[in-house]
């Protein structure tokens, strides 16, 4: 699972200088919904700090949504720091909004992590095998 989310986002990487060279889509330099937009200096320590403290909360309950919304926050963090912001080049039109494939790898990550908290009998959660 490190492995495909790795590379989903070396691909989101990929997409965002592809799409941005291109003029396709639309520079974010917020978080989430253009958060904090202006402030380039504060945006990536924000991510950093989340990223951080998931990846202590992962280490102690393998939860595969954490894991998912790891990977997304580093492929939105890594554009931060070498290009002030994100860019956003998805968009359908029934949202208002533009994302990337990232934003989409948090939300997967949130949505799993929340219905395995929520949906399973008896408490049971998926967890990660150990090798």
Known sequence: MNTLLA?????????????????????????????????????PFVYLFLIIWLTLIYQKNKRWGILSVIWGGIGNLLPRFFMGGVWDYLYFPILVF???????????????????ETRLPDGQVPRLRSK
């Open 7 to 43: 590379m989903t986002v070396l691909v989101d990487v990929f997409l965002q200088s592809y799409f941005g060279s291109r003029g396709w889509g639309v520079f974010n330099e917020g978080i989430s919904f253009g958060l904090f937009a202006g402030n380039n200096y504060l945006s």
């Open 98 to 116: 533009w994302f990337n494939l990232s934003d989409v790898l948090i939300t997967v990550g949130v949505v799993w992590y929340l219905w395995s």
